[in-house]
């Protein structure tokens, strides 16, 4: 916890994806690393419960390892990221180890390579269809509320279309949020609060282009387009104007031909008269976007190009390459400062490490907007106040809170998020808002919390949060 900015890409992003890939081929029987759920234990998983070791854990991140960060279905490898995500719930928020609960739930994997793999230690078999999943997971669900009544569940890294509909499924009944959907759009919302003063455009001039239209893509838009709705004083439908979409087939469009998901018709548009628009540079020139932004997995897709007429179109060109892990970034610092004469505002998924300006020698450091700032606040924030549900209202009040954590050193350096250093007093103050909303809306079970909470005096709030934090001494 005292090195925890050396140690994040040991214990997560990238080093996290590689374990993940070789998980079954280093996997060691004796580490008691997590909770693992068969679907053939459908039917008895209160049972499965029974097997973990620690008492009343406080919180669980459960994936079915079916989207790992860029890296596709890796079935029941998948484990190192509840691992992961938990591990920085104790070094950001400090939350105790002893009261984390990893779970990946095995489906078995629809990837031919682990399938034939003989040191696969997962299912060798197809995953399950639509019906026979979502009943095994309100069973999963059900099965957790009931054993453990206060519980925090985070869903992680579940294909797109699962994403959604188990959150929508969910939302209501457990304690629960997606980090994928919900954290993400958090703090990538925080960043664009902090790059929209930047700009000095207002936000009714703000146009956003998304390459990317998985889950993350949209749930982050979500988040925006609600930042739209109440900074903007703008009704959902003038607010979803501000954004278009660009996937594997072009511009998302009511009428381009093609079957859309689900979630992808919140903003397809249906104001392109008939254009179609195939690929991102095509996009790029009709919408001429002040803010481009990419969820797309597709290493170095914002070119040269690209770069070059984003800083064309805008004097501070907002552009956050936001795919996991480095290889997939849609493009790097370097690229994007060379390419926009150092003029760009820039936020990645993944580090980059500094760019110094050949001609004036000036060192730039660049923005990451990782997930890690705002679901620590989030999870403590909601087990302290015992969280019945985590609001809309509680995951905008963390992006809000991230956004005004910054230092004027900070802001002076050009950072839009604060620096790693300080992520424990950043999560602290995060989860003290998110407490109040909870108290707000009155979906917190703790008391004590409620009294404190309405006396106002956030010094003891904060006081009161700092008691409750793991600190590891000997």
Not at 23 to 36: E, K, Q
Not at 317 to 342: G, Q, V
Not at 356 to 371: E, I
């Amino acid at each position: 916890m005292d090195n925890f900015e050396e140690l994040i890409p040991i214990i997560y992003t990238p080093t996290v994806g590689e374990a993940c890939v070789k998980f079954s081929h280093i996997y060691n029987m004796s580490n008691r690393d997590g909770l693992y759920i068969s679907i053939n234990d459908k039917g008895r998983v209160s049972t499965i419960l029974e097997n973990w070791i620690y008492e009343n854990p406080d919180i669980t991140v459960i994936t079915d390892g079916s989207r790992i960060l860029g890296l596709g279905d890796l079935g029941i490898n998948g484990m190192g990221i509840p691992i992961g995500k938990l591990s920085l719930y104790v070094g950001a928020a400090g939350i105790n180890p002893i009261r984390t609960l990893p779970i990946t739930l095995d489906l078995g994997t629809n990837n031919p390579s682990h399938l034939e793999d003989p040191m696969y230690i997962g299912l060798r078999k197809k995953r399950p269809e639509d019906p026979e999943f979502f009943e095994f997971l309100d069973e999963v669900m059900d099965a957790l509320s009931a054993k453990w009544p206060n519980i925090i569940i985070q869903h992680e890294d579940f294909s797109g279309s699962h994403a959604f509909a188990l959150l929508e499924r969910q939302r209501n009944k457990y304690s629960m949020f997606n980090d994928d959907i919900q954290g993400t759009g958090a703090v990538i919302l925080s960043g664009l609060i902090n790059a929209f003063r930047e700009t000095g455009i207002q936000l009714k001039d703000h146009r956003i282009l998304f390459l990317g239209a998985g889950s993350a893509g949209v749930g982050v838009a979500k988040q925006i387009c609600e930042h739209f709705v109440r900074a903007g004083n703008m009704s959902f439908d003038e607010a979803r104007n501000h954004f278009w979409f660009v996937d594997t087939k072009g511009l998302v469009t009511f009428d381009r031909g093609d079957q859309l998901a689900k979630h992808k018709t919140i903003f397809a548009r249906k104001d392109n008269n008939g254009q179609q628009f195939k690929d991102l540079k095509s996009a790029l020139e009709y919408v001429k976007p002040t803010c481009l932004i990419g969820l797309s997995t597709q290493g170095g897709a914002f070119t040269s190009e690209i770069i070059k007429r984003m800083a064309e179109l805008n004097e501070r060109p907002i552009i956050f390459p936001l795919s996991n892990p480095l290889k997939n970034s849609e493009c790097s610092y370097e690229s994007a400062m060379h390419y926009s004469d150092c003029r760009v505002i820039f936020a990645s998924g993944s580090l980059f490490p500094p760019y110094t300006d050949p001609a004036t020698h000036k060192v730039y450091y660049p923005s990451q907007g990782n997930n890690m700032y705002v679901f620590p606040g989030i999870g403590l924030g909601a087990i302290l106040s015992q969280a019945s549900a985590i609001s809309d209202n509680m995951i905008y009040t963390s992006a809000v809170a991230l956004a005004n954590t910054l230092t004027e050193e900070e802001k002076s350096a050009g950072l839009l998020y604060p620096r790693l250093s300080r992520i424990n007093e950043v999560s602290t103050r995060i989860s003290a808002e998110v407490m109040k909303e909870a108290v707000k809306e009155s979906i917190s079970k703790n008391k004590e919390v409620i009294d404190l909470v309405n006396t106002n005096d956030e010094a003891k709030l904060i006081s009161y949060i700092q008691s409750k934090q793991y600190h590891p001494s000997y």
